[in-house]
């Protein structure tokens, strides 16, 4: 019986028993640990009980015995040690595993997170400014190497959690926080806002995409590229509707005018796998839908409705699916 609920456990892309990076490897042994532990101490006390309660069916002295006495004080006094012993292994295995939440390097990739409602803004930093480039809501890794994530949160508390790479680290308004990831073999892991942030927080989820070196260094610098003058003649009434309305006052489009910083990068929007935070795939279809009307796609999200005819939509939908 316990092996139909025990095999939901496994092979789920956002699971913390499913781990591919040293951090989450590390805190998925102390689960188990815990779990182990805590599963023989009730299994100790219930034999414990069944004993006592066995023994004393027939009892009718209200006074033990001095020797029964002793046994039963040393019995309590050694159960209350193994307490105390029990929770500081358990509290010194927490913290090691919470320092190795945050081991980064000086060489390692920089990623700057912000947590906003409900989207998750990228920047891929470092010592060369021209090296720099911004995305959202999916991270791109390169296999086997740490990862230092700086979070940001820029309007209500958020929680950053990949369970298969990692553990959970708050996005604090005002207070930055750190943390570190490592992505053992290559995949696509599911992240997640975990950390209550208003009423689409069930839909700010991110994706992290671990490849080997060679693979995300042509990621890189494909997106650090300004963004294509389309040749398709749909597309580039698309990028003509997408400057002239208020599109380009909240989003930017690196290579042409639009420089808002209010909405995500748009720059490489139509090469990455979701949008609107996970909510759906990238394609044409799913763009011209959240353009049309983003306020019942995801109710309370910061998206104006911007009045468009078919027209402009399907030319603005055109060109945004072809920013790969």
Not at 3 to 16: E, F, I, K, T
Not at 47 to 62: C, G, K, Y
Not at 155 to 175: E, N
Request: with cysteine; aromatic share 6%.
């Amino acid at each position: 019986m316990l092996a139909v609920p025990l095999a939901g456990c496994g092979g789920n892309w956002q699971s913390a028993l499913d781990v591919h990076g040293s951090a989450a490897i590390s805190l998925k042994h102390l689960i188990i640990l815990i779990v182990t532990v805590c599963s023989v101490v009730w299994m100790l006390v219930m034999v414990a009980l069944i004993a006592a309660l066995w023994r004393n069916r027939e009892a009718h002295s209200t006074s033990p015995e001095p020797a029964r006495e002793r046994r039963m004080t040393m019995a309590v006094t050694g159960a209350v040690v193994a307490t105390i012993l029990i929770i500081s292994t358990f509290t010194v295995l927490s913290f090691i595993a919470t320092r190795a939440l945050n081991v980064a390097g000086q060489d390692d990739l920089t990623i700057r997170v912000r947590g906003l409602q409900w989207w998750w803004g990228l920047e891929y930093v470092g010592p060369d400014p021209s090296r720099r480039f911004e995305t959202a809501n999916e991270i791109h890794v390169p296999v086997g190497r740490n990862v230092r994530l700086q979070l940001e949160g820029l309007d209500v508390i958020h929680s950053f959690w990949v369970p298969s790479l990692a553990g959970k680290q708050d996005l604090v308004p005002g207070r930055p926080n750190e943390l570190t990831i490592r992505a053992e073999r290559a995949g696509v892991y599911r992240g997640q806002c975990a950390e209550f942030c208003g009423m689409q927080h069930a839909h700010m989820a991110l994706l992290v995409i671990a490849e080997p070196q060679e693979d995300f260094d042509r990621w890189a610098a494909a997106q650090r590229e300004a963004a294509t003058t389309p040749a398709d003649e749909e597309a580039a009434a698309g990028l003509q509707t997408f400057l002239t309305k208020p599109c380009a006052a909240c989003h930017t489009v690196r290579g042409t005018a639009a420089a808002g910083t209010t909405g995500p990068d748009l720059t490489h929007v139509g090469s990455r796998r979701t949008i609107a935070s996970g909510l759906f795939e990238t394609t044409r279809g799913s763009l011209a839908a959240w353009i049309a009307d983003p306020q019942t796609i995801k109710p309370g999200n910061n998206m104006p409705l911007v009045p468009l005819t078919p027209d402009e939509l399907r030319a603005v939908s055109a060109y945004l699916a072809s920013l790969k």
